[in-house]
């Protein structure tokens, strides 16, 4: 019998693994590459086609910490009675977005806390600020429920619309009333709807503001992002037009 042959020799007399090798040694990292990015391109259609989507996303950012799981799914369900199937998967999902900022920290105020903790919640807060701000400018949330102190800080800058221009059926009395009786068009009080008296949204603090940003343009996303606020606009007008008489 013949010498076995050693697996260089098959590799050499077989023409498909001498074409293979030859390729493999002249093309081995666009090989690697491709072969990275057909991996990476894999996991995120994956993680695409099994993520779950929303039709309308609402954003929280106040002294109200919502890490209870019950409270934020109220929220949602609330917001879910005035929002339309916009995605057409057969649902109503909304997701709610939170931001907790005290601004009672900043001054170094807390009961019972000493100074360390004061100076934690202090700094947490202001990072939670800022993530508002980024989310704001990134126009990807327009519906708002907000404390005073940070709809004053948007509002100034004219970063929300206007709601009487709206919804001009709306009575004055919903609106927002500042210093010396002046009516502020841009902003309702939660408490002053019917749907703020909805389980979840009715544990937010009394004075939370509900409000519109104005569309954000960005050219990569304009055509995206305008789609997106024109339905987070009918939602936030029907959240308005809500009365307690629609409730099953």
Known sequence: MDEKQKTGDISLRSPFLKKLDNFFYHYKWHSIVALFLVVVLT????????????????MYAGPKNLNDKQTVIDIQN?????????????????RLVSYWVDERYYGGEGED?????????ANNAL????????????GNLSICLVSPHLFYQVHKEGGFMRIDELLPELDESMYLVGEGGSVNHYAIPLKNTDLGKLPGLA?????TILCLRKPAYHLLNA???????ENSKEVFLNALRYT???ED
């Open 127 to 138: 990072n939670n600020e800022k993530a508002y701000h980024d989310e704001i400018k990134a």
């Open 223 to 229: 055509s995206r992002l305008k789609k997106q606020h």
């Open 78 to 94: 609330a917001f879910a009675t005035v929002a339309t199937d916009e995605n057409g998967d057969g649902k109503t999902v909304v």
């Open 244 to 246: 307690e008489s629609q």
């Open 43 to 58: 996991v995120t259609l994956v993680q695409a086609c099994s993520k779950e989507t929303f039709d309308v996303e609402v």
């Open 113 to 121: 806390m000493s100074g360390s903790d004061v100076a934690y919640f």
């Open 203 to 207: 544990s937010l603090p009394d004075d």
